[in-house]
């Protein structure tokens, strides 16, 4: 999910799991109604799912492609309509499973989410966990810790649900053994071939078969209507690089900006659905603390060690680094640490955590010409998004009121590049790099087919439009017999010649099963096993499901374009296994996992019945905005 915890096995593995997910079992395919309202682009049960969730976890999973694909992760796959379909299929089965959750009163303990933290290889230095890193390796992924942590909690929530429900079923010994069986068995088989190739030089197909074969498979060939198109994207990302960043507005952001500040704490534990009784004691306990550390501030790292509860920092005396008033911490605990004096003892900070007592030990702040790249990308990225909404409202007006004939206004009012496409047939979702139904849908409407006039601004991804008008148009045909006269004649004779060796086939089966001999040649024999059959697929489907009860035994099967082929099954051999055969424990497990993962199917279709699913396809969200 993240990269800093790819080295997580165990979580790496919950993860895996709720990706691959069979939505189907939660019966998403039937989910879309109405949609919801605002800026929801579902809801589970009551709990809507926000749209900037829903971008934040798009974004998320665009990283992890790109990180597993490099330069392969295209943008037409980054921004593929199955992308955000999965993504929103994954935050819906997510959501419910949380609710089911909470309304079973499953939780996850501060102790164990900091513990679980602590284990992550990524996030340490030396073998301690280190804030810093922490914060570096989810600032590089666009994240804050308290939303990490919510989906690490979401996830060792999910882990909990699958052990308890689905993680395993159990197997019995002697069904393994069956399956074991099953699979080393070897059946011995020779093979009797009647190839197509030699049919096919002397098949001559008539003008009276073609004609008919084109009338009656008349709509293998028809060509869909389909149209040439010209389109515009304007994207925040577009915006940025055109924003105006003055000196002054450096200089202010610079005076304005807090700098770091490097902070100790000591935690008391007291999670948000603590008791009153619980929290007054962590409370007190934490005022005791924050107490003699004003009495004695150089025994904080001492302390630390002995008292604080976060286990990936109390080893360090507390020490969580360099942090920045960024919203990557807590907001108390932000809000705290940065109204400090150095060297001065906070009071007690409540968190969802529980009640934490700060010091900041120092304070840095780079001078302005090293911070000054970093500000003037910050001060753009603030001002196109402050500003994206503005300025697609006014790109929407101009390309559907203002100059509905023609893209080049808009292009050159917002100084965008026309792209052009090749021919998109009707029924398509694809335009350039992006997909959606939606804008496809409007290209072949009567006002942009028939009027010419562009689009509206159809929002196709976060933060970007796309407006697009049709350059050419041809209407659905079906092609000429001349223009595929000579496919319809090969392949009614490959399908002659498969019905020649067919019959031969036959014929020289039946003399088999009376006892004759045919001129044809066996093949070497051959062992073939389930697991490693060694035949083309047709071939090993048929071998396997064989009668034995007599053997020698044959069968026949149709190999596509290659040959009509008989097997002969001349023997079994069916495996000796002992009891204590390890590998009867290691399909137990393969095969209880299966089990499992069906008995996690069923749970999640029941969610189905308990939390109702309201949304919208993404395409057709799209085009309500």
């Not at 099953?182 to 008539?206: S, Y």
């Not at 020289?508 to 093949?523: I, Y």
């Not at 489907?541 to 002969?568: G, H, M, S």
């Not at 109702?612 to 993404?618: E, F, G, R, S, Y």
């Amino acid at each position: 999910m993240f990269e800093a915890i790819r080295s997580n096995k165990r979580i790496a593995q919950v993860i895996l799991a709720v990706l691959i997910i069979p939505f189907a079992a939660f019966g998403l395919d039937a989910y879309f109604g109405d949609g919801p309202g605002g800026g929801e682009v579902a809801t589970v049960g009551g709990s809507a799912i926000s749209r900037n969730e829903f971008e934040r976890a798009l974004e998320e999973q665009r990283n992890r492609l790109r990180q597993q694909f490099g330069d392969e992760a295209t943008p037409a796959m980054l921004n593929s309509g199955e992308l955000s379909q999965a993504v929103l299929d994954q935050l819906v089965v997510r959501r419910a499973l949380a609710l089911y959750s909470k309304d079973m009163r499953l939780s996850v303990s501060g102790g164990r989410l900091q513990q679980e933290l602590a284990r992550i290889e990524g996030f340490q230095e030396n073998g301690q966990f280190s804030m810093e890193r922490y914060k570096l390796l989810l600032s590089r992924q666009g994240m804050n810790p308290a939303f990490f942590e919510e989906q690490l909690s979401q996830d060792l929530l999910i882990q909990q649900l699958m052990d308890s429900i689905g993680s395993s079923s159990p197997v019995a010994r002697q069904t393994a053994r069956r399956l074991l069986s099953a699979q080393l068995e070897e059946r011995v088989v020779r093979e009797m071939r009647f190839p197509v190739a030699p049919h096919l030089a002397n098949i001559k197909i008539d003008e009276a078969a073609i004609q008919k074969y084109y009338d009656d498979n008349s709509a293998r060939f028809e060509l869909p209507e389909r149209i040439k198109t010209e389109y515009l994207v304007l994207s925040e990302e577009a915006l940025q690089g055109k924003a105006e960043v003055s000196e002054a507005d450096i200089e202010q952001a610079y005076r304005d900006w807090p700098g770091e500040r490097q902070v100790r704490h000591i935690l008391i534990e007291a999670d948000a659905d603590a008791d009153a009784a619980a929290v007054e004691a962590a409370k007190k306990e934490a005022e005791g603390i924050a107490e003699a550390l004003r009495k004695e501030p150089s025994s904080f790292p001492a302390l630390a060690k002995e008292k604080s509860q976060d286990s990936g920092s109390s080893e360090a005396g507390g020490d969580l680094g360099f942090i920045e008033h960024d919203g990557a911490m807590e907001p108390a605990f932000e809000e705290a640490a940065f109204a400090l004096k150095q060297d001065e003892i906070s009071d007690p900070v409540r968190t969802r955590y529980g009640f934490h007592v700060i010091q900041v030990t120092a304070v840095r702040k780079q001078p302005l010409a090293d911070a000054r790249d970093e500000i003037v990308a910050r001060l753009r990225k603030q001002a196109s998004g402050q500003g994206f909404d503005a300025q697609a409202t006014k790109f929407s007006e101009m390309v559907f009121n203002e100059a509905p004939d023609s893209l080049q206004p808009a292009a050159e009012a917002f100084g965008l590049e026309i792209q052009r496409t090749d021919w998109i047939d009707r029924g398509s979702d694809k335009l350039g790099e992006f997909r959606n139904e939606s804008l496809i849908a409007d290209l072949f409407g009567d006002d942009a087919l028939n009027q010419r006039h562009n689009t509206k601004a159809i929002d196709v991804a976060p933060n970007t439009l796309v407006a697009a008008r049709v350059l050419e148009h041809e209407a659905a045909r079906r092609l000429p017999l001349e223009e595929v006269r000579g496919q319809i004649e090969a392949q009614l004779r490959r399908e002659e010649a498969m019905r020649l060796a067919r019959t031969e086939g036959n014929a020289a089966l039946e003399a088999l099963d009376r006892g004759e001999s045919v001129d044809h040649a066996w093949s070497t024999s051959r062992a073939i096993q389930r697991i490693k059959p060694d035949l083309p697929p047709r071939g090993a489907r048929v071998v396997f499901a064989a009668p034995l009860k007599q053997l020698p035994t044959r069968v026949a099967a149709e190999l596509p374009d290659d040959a009509y082929v008989i097997y002969q099954v001349d023997s079994v051999e069916r495996p000796s296994i002992d009891d204590d055969d390890p590998r009867i424990a290691t399909l137990a497990g393969q095969y209880g996992l299966l089990l499992g993962n069906s008995d996690f199917e069923a749970f999640l279709a029941s969610l189905r019945g308990r939390y109702k699913v309201v949304a919208k396809p993404l395409a057709s969200q799209a085009a309500a905005e």
